[in-house]
């Protein structure tokens, strides 16, 4: 199965930007749909940005819309998501996960049965 490994958190100030990365191996994420989530200690993970390969398709949560971008990059399968003007209600342990065969991407977490250990992002000034 595939398996998902996130990375490029850490902790910045306010306003500063962060990318993070989920490389996938064992399969290609050609058909997959990868969805990125967070989650605070204490409460319910919420989907953030989603991609679906498929169709070609991009899903924001409100709070990342305008300020957060997903991306792929084919050759590398790898997913990743640019955060820009990070605030301190963007911290959280940020996870990706993955499923086949979506058409049209969501963000609710029981779409996806493939997720990664997590990358813990910290804004704090």
């Known amino acids: 199965q595939v398996h998902l490994v996130e990375s490029g958190g850490g902790s910045v100030q306010p306003g500063q930007s962060l990318r993070l990365s989920c490389a996938a191996s064992?399969?290609?994420?050609?058909?997959?749909?990868i969805s990125w989530f967070r989650q605070v200690p204490g409460k319910e993970r919420e989907g953030v940005s989603c991609?679906?390969?498929?169709?070609?398709?991009?899903d924001y949560s409100e709070s990342a819309k305008g300020r957060f971008r997903i991306s792929r990059d084919a050759a590398k399968n790898t997913v990743y998501l640019h955060m820009n003007n990070l605030k301190p209600e963007d911290t959280a342990i940020y996870y990706c996960?993955?499923?086949?065969?979506?058409?049209?991407?969501?963000?609710?977490?029981?779409?996806?049965?493939?997720w990664g250990r997590g990358t813990q992002v910290t804004v704090s000034s």
């Open positions: 064992g399969e290609t994420l050609d058909w997959f749909a």
């Open positions: 991609i679906s390969y498929s169709v070609d398709t991009t």
């Open positions: 996960a993955a499923e086949r065969g979506l058409i049209a991407c969501g963000l609710y977490d029981d779409l996806y049965r493939y």
